[in-house]
């Protein structure tokens, strides 16, 4: 006798939505900034510590970048002026940032911006302190910071700079060879789209 499996589907299938629309109020609401983070929260508000879910059950990246969309459809009401106002920004310092290849990533380079979306650059070079004088002619504050990170097995430093502007700006420095590889996204596991700041201003 076949098991009827129907009730199983649509039962996992409301708890991959049930944990994606409370993992992305995290995220929205609550400032959890990583996914994960969100998804375990998630899980536990909801089941409990021991609460009975399959790995299955949990919802993708995109699930959860999908319901904060939609929260901010919902509750923001200026997302086209800010997008707007967000992209000449990173033109202006895209321009000012030209020897170092600057290029745009993130929601501003998507659209889908939030509340307390920041501008996400990368720039590359083999010499950060070239960009920090940089930096110091064009007379920006900034703060830097060092980010360890593991790939393939070994640990790499990388160097974080955030600037004081019109709207929040994140650069993540890479070397130069860097300019050739493209990341995957942590929302959809596909390569990053890097914008040049050519198709910045075709948007």
């Known amino acids: 006798m076949r098991k009827n499996t129907t009730g199983n589907k649509k039962s996992s299938s409301e708890i991959r939505r049930t944990l994606a629309r409370e993992a992305a109020r995290l995220m929205y609401e609550e400032g959890v900034s990583q996914y994960f ?9 909801l089941f409990g510590k021991a609460g009975h879910y399959r790995p299955k059950d949990l919802p993708s990246n995109g699930e959860i970048s999908n319901e904060i969309a939609k929260f901010v459809a919902l509750l923001e009401d200026d997302v086209e002026q800010r997008l707007l106002a967000m992209r000449a920004t990173a033109i202006a310092i895209m321009e000012d940032l030209a020897p170092f290849q600057p290029r745009l990533i993130g929601s501003v380079s998507t659209g889908r911006i939030r509340k307390d979306s920041d501008i996400d650059l990368h720039v590359f070079t083999d010499n950060i302190e070239e960009l920090e004088q940089h930096l110091y002619d064009l007379q920006w504050l900034y703060q830097k910071n060092q980010v360890l990170m593991k790939q393939n097995n070994q640990f790499i430093e990388y160097t974080h700079i955030y600037i004081d502007a019109d709207f929040p700006v994140e650069l993540s420095v890479y070397p130069l060879q860097s300019l050739r590889v493209r990341g995957r996204s942590s929302t959809d596991g596909k390569p ?10 075709r948007l």
Request: hydrophobic share 40%; glycine share 0%.
């Open 192 to 201: 990053i789209i890097r914008l040049k700041k050519e198709d910045v201003e």
């Open 37 to 45: 983070d969100a998804k375990k929260m998630a899980a536990k508000r």
